[in-house]
């Protein structure tokens, strides 16, 4: 890829992004609200944390503000993913159905386009979830608002990866779409979690193939006790499981575009 | 005609167990998803000092077991809303209010012989996690009727709740954002992670003023007391609400026959 075309890629991502935007703009009643039921649904999810410390005071040192930056900084990530990149939950059906042939023969990668073909309405709630928990019930500082804004934005960059990854499972296996939104899931759960008391090899597993701790759990803990070691890990994990879907993408997408899809047309 | 309809009925309800076999294989990853959910929660559990459980009668052993059983329920049930509704928005309902047998009792008893073996399915792998993770099998010989009970209970009356949800887009648009609702609702009236003696008592209170406690708690209810006495209790608390959710589902079916018919 050349440096023209990076920045080309570059400016149609921005484009697309606006795109998204833009599709709130057309229908802001039924956006604000769809953005306040979501918001609603994460409350009463939230509303279990409650009844928890209702009971204790703390959980191993985490107290209910701990879990609410956490549950915030996991929606807002989740909000931002899939608010942004909403293909990045369909992706697999549009490679299942063939439509994703629609993506191929544009002069923009099919990735950002397949990744930007659709939005959802709710993930905006999602994405207010954050900032709504972090304000009034952790009491964040104007400092402490802004590193999770950015640890909301990394997390968001990590979900998509994840989902991008999923999602191309795909090119290889048929009938993967049903189940790939609920693998996304999967992560979810593990992201707005505390994991302090699990096992060391179980935080091994959410490090790693399931890379839920980066998302909210290491930017608490940076809140809590802040480590060049674990900042760089929050910073730099995202990019590295971007690099990672991106290639299994592309291979995917070169065996997708292969004779050996002749037989799913056939 | 009331033995011809059970006999249909019963005709739907092995149909749905048959066409479930098949499924299940598809659930594979929601088994993934549900062990997922059950282990962060029993990780909460085990974070929780062994004094504040004790000071409601309760251990780490019975707490879990308690949320293995609830999330049975909540896994098991199709989301039979979107069915509906897509049924609705496809037009297919015009062709089958037209039939001899009622569709109702066609689309519950269908749906409950799938639940059951959607049901057994999360059960064994439910057990199986809260097994691991206590080291205990609580769930005596004579506890499991009990629970198999309550289970089917459970299901039938959150299917009617569905089944309510979906007959209801022709005067809200879409079943998703009512579900969402009632859905979130229930997990917490329900006591779908913990038990509702647990909650404040305006909350309790307020809990069991909605039909959802049928659906989740007094399924996990089972472990915390398996006696005769409080199944009976319970079984019968759950047959009065499945009667009542039925009822409203009956007033609502005409009322959508009628809209069907009127309006199109």
């Known amino acids: 890829m050349t440096r023209y075309d990076r920045l080309h890629t570059a400016r149609v991502l921005l484009h697309l992004v606006r795109l998204s935007l833009w599709r709130i703009l057309l229908h802001p009643r039924r956006a604000l609200v769809e953005a306040a039921l979501m918001l609603f649904n994460n409350a009463m999810m939230f509303a279990n944390w409650v009844l928890i410390f209702h009971l204790v005071e703390t959980l191993r040192g985490w107290h209910l503000s701990d879990v609410a930056i956490l549950y915030g900084t996991g929606a807002t990530a989740f909000g931002l ?145 802040f480590s060049g070691e674990k900042f760089a890990a929050v910073a730099l994990a995202p990019f590295a499981f971007l690099l990672i879907a991106v290639g299994v993408f592309q291979l995917g997408l070169r065996r997708y575009t292969g004779a050996s899809t002749l037989r799913t047309a056939l | 005609m009331t033995l011809s309809w059970l006999s249909a009925g019963g005709y739907f309800l092995r149909a749905g167990v048959r066409h479930s076999r098949g499924e299940v294989v598809f659930e594979g990853v929601y088994l993934l998803l549900m062990s997922a959910i059950l282990m962060t929660w029993i990780n909460v559990w085990a974070m929780t000092p062994d004094s504040v459980l004790a000071s409601f009668d309760l251990s780490f052993v019975q707490i879990v077991w308690y949320v293995c059983c609830t999330e049975i329920v909540a896994f098991s049930v199709p989301k039979l809303h979107r069915e509906i509704e897509l049924m609705i928005y496809e037009g297919r309902f015009a062709s089958l209010i ?38 205990v099998w609580l769930l005596s010989p004579s506890v499991l009727p009990f629970l198999l009970v309550h289970l089917v209970l459970a299901q039938a009356i959150w299917m009617v709740w569905m089944t309510i949800i979906g007959l209801s887009v022709p005067w809200l648009g879409s079943a998703s954002t009512l579900y969402m609702i009632v859905q979130k609702f229930a997990f917490i009236f329900g006591g779908l992670l913990l038990p509702i003696a647990l909650y404040p008592g305006w909350l ?61």
């Open chain 1, 81 to 225: 993913a899939t608010g942004i990149f909403g293909g990045v939950r369909n992706l697999a059906f549009e490679i299942e159905s063939g439509r994703f042939d629609n993506c191929l023969c544009r002069p923009v990668p099919p990735l950002a386009l397949g990744l930007s073909g659709s939005t959802s309405l709710h993930a905006w709630g999602d994405a207010l979830t954050g900032p709504v928990l972090w304000i009034l019930v952790a009491g964040v500082s104007v400092g402490e608002f802004g590193f999770l804004l950015l640890a909301a934005v990394l997390g968001a960059v990590l979900i998509g990866s994840f989902g991008i990854l999923i999602q191309s499972l795909a090119f290889w296996l048929s009938g993967t779409a049903r189940q790939s939104d609920t693998l996304l899931f999967i992560l979810i759960s593990f992201v707005v979690m505390p994991m302090h008391n699990m096992p060391v090899l179980f935080k091994l597993f959410l490090f790693t193939l399931v890379p839920a701790g980066f998302v909210a759990f290491l930017p608490v803990e940076l809140l809590q006790h």
């Open chain 2, 98 to 135: 037209s039939r001899p047998f009622p569709w109702l009792i066609e689309w519950l008893a269908g749906h409950i012989g799938q639940g059951l073996v959607f049901l057994l399915f999360f059960a064994g792998a439910s057990s199986l996690v809260a097994l691991a993770a206590t080291g």
């Open chain 2, 204 to 264: 309790a209170a307020l809990a069991y003023a909605t039909p959802f406690p049928a659906i989740f708690g007094v399924v996990g209810e089972v472990v915390l007391d398996p006696s005769w006495g409080h199944f009976v209790r319970a079984a019968a608390y759950q047959s009065l609400i499945l009667g009542a959710s039925l009822l409203v589902l009956l007033w609502l079916w005409r009322r959508f026959v009628t809209h069907l018919l009127q309006e199109g």
